[in-house]
Antibody, heavy 121, light 108 residues
Framework: EVQLVQSGAEVKKPGESLKISCKGS????????IGWVRQMPGKGLEWMGI????????RYSPSFQGQVTISADKSISTAYLQWSSLKASDTAMYYC??????????????WGQGTMVTVSS | EIVLTQSPGTLSLSPGERATLSCRAS???????LAWYQQKPGQAPRLLIY???SRATGIPDRFSGSGSGTDFTLTISRLEPEDFAVYYC?????????FGQGTKVEIK
């Protein structure tokens, strides 16, 4: 079964760092782009960026460039999303998702279960 | 970036009725790279339609997508109880990929 399994919910304070993960299984992890999507409480979906685990080629939305870092470790089939200094406005559900095919621009057909990040003092 | 505007914001319908959801783009979506997703409370989105009109694996044929250029439509021919949810369109033809703000389909 093709699946993405994300790390568990996090509660952090403003200014702290955080790295959440997304582990792929059931397919060739290095062949498909993986993206991250933010959903703030009660709001819609926002595309943050994508990474190609085969060579770590990464693309960011201008809205998120410089705010987060997307990375991957192909040896353990895991993608990451990290923050160096969290803000309260980073409170959201974060989903990882896999591209439908191996091309750079595509829809997302496989989604992780989401990781809820809460930033509060 | 391409802005996607979905309408209506909320659609109140009864089971068995037809639902027509609209997604309008601020610029032409290249190669009809337009997808539709369904999201239920507490769940991740699920891909319904890609390439404007192709159904994803396992999606019932009551879901259909159409359109090109700047105007796209998701049609649910006869609403089943499990179809009441929020629906999002996404364009992936131009970088950055963008999503619409969503249409909620609720039980009347």
């Amino acid at each position: 079964e093709v699946q993405l399994v994300q790390s568990g919910a996090e509660v952090k304070k403003p200014g702290e760092s955080l790295k959440i993960s997304c582990k792929g299984s059931g397919y060739s992890f290095t062949s498909y782009w993986i993206g991250w999507v933010r959903q703030m409480p009660g709001k819609g979906l926002e595309w943050m960026g994508i990474i190609y685990p085969g060579d770590s080629d990464t693309r960011y939305s201008p809205s998120f460039q410089g705010q987060v870092t997307i990375s991957a470790d192909k040896s353990i089939s895991t993608a990451y999303l990290q923050w160096s200094s969290l803000k309260a406005s980073d409170t959201a559900m974060y989903y990882c998702a896999r591209h439908l095919t191996v091309v750079t621009t595509d829809a997302f057909d496989i989604w992780g279960q989401g990781t809820m990040v809460t930033v509060s003092s | 970036e391409i802005v996607l505007t979905q309408s209506p914001g909320t659609l109140s319908l009864s089971p068995g009725e037809r639902a027509t959801l609209s997604c309008r783009a601020s610029q032409s979506v290249s190669s009809s790279y337009l997808a539709w997703y369904q999201q239920k409370p507490g769940q991740a989105p699920r891909l319904l339609i890609y390439g404007a009109s192709s159904r994803a694996t396992g999606i019932p044929d009551r879901f259909s997508g159409s359109g090109s250029g700047t105007d796209f439509t998701l049609t649910i021919s006869r609403l089943e109880p499990e179809d009441f949810a929020v629906y999002y369109c996404q364009q992936y033809g131009s970088s950055p990929t963008t999503f619409g703000q969503g249409t909620k389909v609720e039980i009347k």
